[in-house]
């Protein structure tokens, strides 16, 4: 099993603002890893796949950087909209897992 | 346009099976490369793998879970069934289905998720 650790947990910054958001797994995983956004009591929304790829729809402010085994989400100029949790999820083998959650609340 | 809903009991008794069915629209289950999987999250916390059928029926599942679990699907109906035996009080959660496209194993669109709550 690989296991991802996201880090922070709990992130505040305000509008505007720029905010990193890491993913670091125990074994590499090439660039096999996703990047959802959640809304309370919503589904999550796929964000970004392979990494640094974006998902069709989604603002070109979010991006994802990294590959083996250390990942970052950013998010740059940050709206209204973008706070929610994130999670990273790692397709490289089964069982897929997901990061423990990052929640981005207003300062 | 792709949509995929869940269905089934919002409430069941422990050692109960549970059967959920997720319904779709916009794919088929017969295009190569294409799968279902099923996510669930209990409240407040994160979100965890459960299971994925491919087109060609390949089966993957959680190996923590894999004795409890079995996916289906009916190409015709444009379903996808899971089922979970032995329902305990810490498998309430939210269940979703999700599209797996052609090439990458992500999830690229959810359904909206049904609560399961396990209490006698």
């Known amino acids: 099993v690989i296991w991802m650790t996201q880090s922070p947990s709990l992130l505040s910054a305000s509008t505007g603002d720029r905010v990193i958001i890491s993913c670091r797994m125990s074994?590499?995983?090439?660039?096999?890893l996703a990047w959802y956004q959640q809304k309370p009591g919503k589904a999550p929304e796929l964000l970004i796949y392979?990494?640094?790829t974006l998902q069709s729809g989604v603002p070109s402010r979010f991006s994802g950087s990294g590959s083996g085994t250390d990942f970052t989400l950013t998010i740059s100029c940050l709206q209204s909209e973008d706070f929610a949790t994130y999670y990273c999820?790692?397709?490289?083998?089964?069982?897929?897992?997901f990061g423990q959650g990052t929640k981005l609340e207003i300062k | 346009q792709i949509t995929l809903k869940e269905s089934g009991p919002t409430l069941v008794k422990p050692t109960q099976t549970l059967t959920l069915t997720c319904t779709f629209s916009?794919?088929?289950?017969?295009?190569?490369?294409?799968?279902v999987g099923w996510i669930r999250q209990p409240p407040g916390k994160a979100l965890e793998w459960l299971a994925l059928?491919?087109?060609?029926?390949?089966?993957r599942y959680s190996p923590s879970l894999k004795s409890r679990l079995t996916i289906t699907k009916d190409t015709s109906k444009n379903q996808v069934v899971l089922t979970m035996t032995n329902m305990d009080p810490v498998d309430t959660a939210t269940y979703y289905c999700?599209?797996?496209?052609?090439?990458?194993?992500?999830?690229?669109?959810w359904g909206q998720g049904t609560l399961v709550t396990v209490s006698s």
């Open positions: 074994q590499g995983i090439s660039s096999y």
């Open positions: 999700a599209h797996r496209p052609d090439g990458r194993s992500v999830f690229d669109y």
């Open positions: 059928i491919y087109w060609n029926d390949d089966k």
């Open positions: 916009g794919f088929s289950l017969s295009t190569s490369g294409v799968g």
């Open positions: 392979a990494a640094s």
């Open positions: 999820q790692q397709y490289y083998s089964f069982p897929y897992t």
